[in-house]
């Protein structure tokens, strides 16, 4: 299991960015795939999950309504559409999965085993 995070950058507040988390050696129906994030001096959190089998995702209530998980099969990749970024959301950003896993109402970074590396999102003027 390989995952690859890429897309992130330093944006202004209220600008957007879009990260991709591709998958390979498997395909996304491996398990729910997630993105979670960690700032300096603070613990992993889990950002956005999604169960690719049928689309069902899950968010932190911090980022509702300004970022969107979705993914493509086609393209074996999972993507976090981030709008309106504001400067808490400065971290590394970091894609998982785990094997089987199907989440519900939560996404939390003890229930996945693979990772990629992060990428770092720093909103800032």
């Known amino acids: 299991v390989q995952l690859q995070a890429s897309g992130g950058g330093l944006v202004q507040p209220g600008g957007s960015l879009r990260l991709s988390c591709v998958a390979s050696g498997i395909t996304l129906n491996y398990g729910a795939i997630g993105w979670f994030r960690q700032a300096p001096g603070k613990e992993r959190e889990g950002v956005s999950c999604?169960?690719?089998?049928?689309?069902?995702?899950y968010s932190t209530d911090s980022v509702k309504g300004r970022f969107t998980i979705s993914r493509d099969n086609a393209e074996n990749t999972v993507y976090l559409q981030m709008n309106s970024l504001k400067p808490e959301d400065t971290a590394v950003y970091y894609c998982?999965?785990?094997?089987?896993?199907?989440?519900?109402?939560?996404?939390?970074?003890?229930?996945?085993?693979?990772w990629g590396q992060g990428t770092q999102v720093t909103v800032s003027s």
């Open positions: 999604i169960n690719p089998s049928d689309g069902s995702t």
């Open positions: 998982a999965t785990d094997y089987d896993l199907y989440i519900r109402g939560r996404c939390d970074p003890v229930d996945f085993g693979s």
